[in-house]
């Protein structure tokens, strides 16, 4: 499949047709982080399989919907769950969301994920402000025929997470209630947990987290020019750092037990982004 302007531009067509707001900041929430979305004032909600040509989420704690709102008087869009490739999309599929929430508009675009700490400094409940990631595993989501609206084909991405908002949120963690780091998160496809070989070698290519998401995102909004933040919630040490077996339980208790604290911290980010 190889995909034009108008493709995504459907889905942006059918949103603005329902729901009459410009979003100015795009967020989207990892797995359990969804308490965030209660924040959100005034919200009018769409489901996934409404809107034309997006995806749907599989896995149980997305919820599945795109809400429209405000939070700290910002007009934000927020996908309440995501796509990963795990769920069996193809790497190109997943320029979808991303592209429908520039068409809409957004100026900026805030991506949120669970995260296991390779870094042995990280504890579970800390957060990670991405600084830069390595995606070794799977191709880009930019694969195929460009559309050149959106950006061009070969395209720099050293900065893609964009320093200013880096520092932002750097400066919003004094005085929250969260451990706050920067650093690399490498990306991992799933579904299952690394192995404690891939996360030794991760160590020693020089990253402090792992995840199964975001990447595809990030790099989707680097190519149409998007100001770009990526945040990992520390939910769990990643596989052989501690003596125990990794669980989905223990990933989703993390992100539940520090959600309010987490929600509190994005508030304080969206208001100065
Ligand atoms: N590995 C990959 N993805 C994750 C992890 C992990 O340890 N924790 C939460 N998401």
New binding site residues.
């Given amino acids: 499949m190889s995909y034009t302007r108008e493709y995504f531009q459907a889905a942006a067509d059918f949103l603005r047709a329902k729901v009459d707001f410009a979003p100015e900041t795009g967020v989207v929430l990892g797995?359990c982080l969804g308490p965030f979305a209660q924040a959100i004032e005034h919200p009018v909600e769409v489901d996934y399989a409404d809107i034309p040509h997006f995806l749907l989420s599989t896995v149980a704690s997305h919820a599945g919907k795109l809400i429209f709102g405000t939070v700290a008087g910002r007009r934000v869009v927020c996908m309440s769950g995501r796509f990963h490739s795990y769920e069996g999309y193809r790497f190109e599929e997943l320029v979808i969301p991303i592209r429908v929430l520039k068409l809409l508009g957004v100026r900026s675009v805030v991506l949120t994920n669970?995260?296991?700490a390779v870094n042995r400094d990280y504890r579970p409940g800390d957060v990670m402000v991405i600084r830069d990631h390595m995606k070794l595993n799977g191709p880009s989501p930019l694969r195929g025929p460009n559309v050149e609206d959106f950006g061009p084909w070969f395209f720099d991405v050293s900065r893609m997470y964009t320093p200013r908002l880096r520092r932002l949120a750097l400066e919003c963690a004094e005085g929250a209630a969260l451990r706050v780091h920067e650093g690399t998160y490498m990306f991992?496809p799933?579904p299952q947990?690394?192995t404690p070989a891939e996360i030794r070698a991760a160590r020693l290519l020089g990253a402090d987290a792992?995840?199964?998401s975001t990447v595809t995102e990030a790099l989707t909004a680097a190519h149409c020019g998007l100001p770009l933040l990526a945040l990992s919630v520390i939910?769990?040490m990643?596989?052989g750092v501690l003596d125990q077996p990794?669980s989905d339980t223990e990933?989703d208790e993390t992100a539940r037990t520090i959600a309010g604290a987490f929600s509190d911290y994005m508030k304080k980010i969206i208001a100065v982004i």
Wanted: hydrophobic share 60%.
């Fill in positions: 797995s669970a995260a296991g991992f799933g947990f690394e792992v995840g199964m939910t769990n990643a596989a990794l990933v």
